[in-house]
């Protein structure tokens, strides 16, 4: 049973398209994060959310978490083929963080 | 400051041998935790060291085993290959304390190819 679900599980979009993707559970976090993970590489920290209902912008990418800390939002406006790759939330509802599927990003130029 | 590094960056083996991946964390992060990630099965956790002893352990077999030394470096090796360990082994360095202990600082990863 995955803890942590995401949707979509792939997306393919034009250039400057607005997308949302969505990270939920039926668990309660203290925090989650998202991450980005390119071909061959490492996932990389995008923000960590710690609040309910707490919003964060980081450019043209906007997070929310849910007032009940049980998921979280990230919303990608006027999308970049740089923001191609693979997005991860991840969260610790016991003692060990855990990640969710992800969602393949393919932004088309 | 240096990022996680991760060697050797590939690796192919045969089935049967056993394998040894290294983990530097960066400097003053004295977590490191180790994750296999697969296209099917995504980032799946296998362990996490704290001061050199074993904190979290995931649901993979004994062939998976790991280790930690006292400058927090630390060391996955998986004994037996099956092809299904094929994947990219990924590291992770953290600082166990507050809101940060949850953020996973990773390595570029080792790709692990069993034929």
């Known amino acids: 049973t995955q803890l942590l679900e995401q949707s979509p599980q792939f997306l393919s979009i034009q250039e400057g398209e607005n997308l949302t993707v969505y990270c939920n559970s039926s668990?309660?976090?203290?925090?989650l994060q998202w991450y980005r993970q390119e071909p061959g590489e490492g996932p990389v920290l995008l923000v960590t959310v710690v609040t309910g209902g707490e919003v964060k912008k980081l450019k043209r990418l906007t997070f929310q978490f849910g007032d009940a800390r049980k998921d979280s939002s990230l919303h990608i406006t006027a999308a970049q083929p740089g923001d191609t790759g693979l997005y991860l939330c991840a969260g610790a509802p016991y003692d060990k963080v855990i990640f969710g599927p992800g969602t393949s990003l393919s932004v088309i130029p | 400051k240096a990022g996680v590094t991760q060697t050797p960056r590939y690796l192919i083996k045969t089935r049967g041998q056993q394998v040894t991946l290294s983990c530097s964390p960066i400097s003053g992060h004295r977590s490191v935790s180790w994750y296999q990630q697969t296209p099917g099965q995504g980032l799946q956790f296998l362990f996490e060291?704290?001061?050199?002893?074993?904190?979290n352990k995931g649901n993979f077999p004994g062939r998976f085993s790991g280790r930690q030394f006292s400058n927090s470096r630390s060391e996955m090796n998986v004994s037996t290959l099956e092809l299904g360990d094929s994947a990219l082994y990924l590291c992770a360095s953290s600082i166990p304390l507050g809101t940060a202990k949850n953020i996973q600082y990773f390595g570029a990863g080792t790709r692990l190819s069993v034929l």
């Open positions: 060291y704290f001061s050199e002893t074993q904190r």
């Open positions: 668990s309660v976090f203290s925090s």
